[in-house]
């Protein structure tokens, strides 16, 4: 686990925002689908380039803590992933932003981003997508980060989980075939249990997104 790291008398806060190849926690759209989540080197690229991304404290856009263009945010991007550095204003909220990442309660980092390009997968019956580039727009430092090993935490909502048209593609042939396969076990006289057509249903399910 990496901390958050405050000093107070300089009024900085500083800590990695996203971290590369690392398993998150599950994850939900905002209509209840379930993922987990993987960010490769290099997704951030564009965005650093050419993006005037922001700090807020838990991605409230009323809780502004720094801009890149303003030099009081500051990002650099390594092998391990995006480390941030943030100026914190001398404002109300500012000066409570510090205290709480001081006590712990503030103990992680977030973004936010739209435009994914993702891969999908299964991998033991969990949805695994890949983003192999985004549109980063802002961090925020948060309560309740979403990746054990870093301070990382994610915003989701529908909009942001974009499949690739291959990917749906793929997803109409397998609720097709699954359509098929839940037909075929309906006539067959040696299943009688749910578990066990759940069972057929998730090996095809793993075996076809490999």
């Known amino acids: 686990m990496m901390d958050v790291k405050v000093d107070k008398t300089q009024r900085i806060i500083e800590g990695r925002a996203v971290v590369y190849n690392s398993m998150s926690n599950e994850l939900r759209t905002s209509s209840g689908d379930k993922f987990r989540e993987i960010i490769q080197p290099g997704a951030l690229t564009d965005s650093l380039a050419n993006n005037d991304i922001l700090a807020y404290k838990e991605h409230n856009p009323a809780m502004l803590l720094g801009r890149k263009s303003a030099g009081t945010l500051m990002l650099e991007d390594r092998n391990d992933g995006l480390y941030v550095r943030i100026n914190v204003p001398d404002t109300s909220y500012g000066q409570d932003t510090l205290v709480s990442a001081e006590r712990g309660d503030l103990k992680g980092f977030s973004f936010g981003f739209n435009s994914p390009k993702t891969k999908s997968y299964s991998r033991s019956g969990e949805k695994i997508r890949e983003i192999s580039s985004l549109n980063l727009r802002e ?72």
């Not at 075929?184 to 009688?192: A, L, P, S, T």
């Open 139 to 210: 961090v925020s430092i948060v309560s309740n980060p979403a990746y054990n090993e870093t301070t990382l935490s994610v915003v989701r909502s529908e909009d942001f989980v974009e499949e690739t048209k291959e990917e749906t593609e793929r997803s109409v042939v397998i609720a097709e075939a699954l359509k098929k396969i839940t037909d075929m076990m309906e006539k067959k006289d040696d299943i009688k249990d749910d578990s066990k057509e759940y069972e057929y249903r998730f090996k095809f399910i793993s075996l076809t997104h490999k």
